[in-house]
């Protein structure tokens, strides 16, 4: 991408809710964003635009890709931009035990998967208490008792930043269409192949030409527990607050 110089006036009428993109279907908004990031400042200024306007949608897969590549365009306009509108990132950071999941946001806004998978470890065993900080796993009885609405900002941040490729909760939505059989599972998400595991960590896809539910990890050595214990966890039946 080329440089933005400034976010101004000057480019209103280059935009407008007169564009497809606030009209179409969510499959087609993503398409229509890699358009307008292709098509450099002009495309930019129709695209900031219509991401004021999604502002308070922080489902939208979208926006996310939106926010995600302005947000590694160094362009200081659109730093300015994203600065003044979206400070916060698009996902809520919400959390019933007081987590700071600022860092786990800016791994997944710089597409930096494999550490976003070890901060996500990190949280979950913050979210488990002092023992599991310290011994860098979780037990499964520990995730029963796991906040829904931090199960849910952890797995939004995932969503929003892989155009909806990544999460427990696509995970879940998988293991689901298998009948709950982990076997099949792994194969879908590239965690197995046949009857050898796909190692950690130069065998696993650290980007978007994964399939679907590949991220993030789950130490299957220790045996399905947990996991199934994060896919059985109600966050995954409650609405987002």
């Not at 129709?46 to 926010?67: E, P, R, T, V």
């Not at 470890?121 to 829904?148: D, M, N």
């Not at 689901?176 to 950690?200: C, P, Q």
Request: glycine share 8%; with cysteine; proline share 4%.
């Amino acid at each position: 991408m080329g440089k933005l110089s400034a976010v101004g006036n000057d480019m209103e009428d280059i935009s407008g809710t007169n564009h497809p993109i606030y009209s179409e279907s969510e499959k087609n908004q993503l398409k229509l964003v890699s358009k307008l990031l292709e098509e450099g400042e002009t495309g930019w200024k129709i695209l900031m635009d219509w991401m004021i306007s999604q502002k308070n949608k922080s489902n939208s897969l979208a926006l996310g890709k939106a926010y995600q590549n302005l947000y590694l365009n160094k362009s200081p306009g659109i730093q300015e931009f994203l600065a003044k509108n979206f400070s916060g990132g698009i996902v809520p950071l919400k959390s019933e035990q007081g987590i700071d999941y600022h860092s786990l946001q800016q791994l997944l806004a710089q597409q930096d998967f494999q550490g976003a998978d070890v901060v996500t470890l990190q949280k979950l065993c913050e979210l488990a208490g002092t023992a599991a900080t310290e011994r860098k796993w979780i037990y499964f009885t520990e995730v029963e008792s796991f906040p829904t609405i931090d199960l849910q900002t952890i797995d939004k941040l995932w969503l929003m930043s892989s155009e909806g490729k990544f999460g427990f909760s696509v995970q879940r939505r998988i293991w689901l269409s298998v009948g709950k059989d982990f076997t099949k599972l792994w194969t879908k998400i590239g965690w197995k192949s046949g009857n050898t595991w796909t190692r950690y960590p130069k065998e696993f896809t650290w980007n978007l030409t994964a399939p679907p539910g590949h991220l993030p990890l789950s130490n299957q050595l220790r045996g399905v527990r947990v996991i199934d214990a994060i896919f059985s966890h109600p966050a995954w039946t409650k609405q987002a607050n």
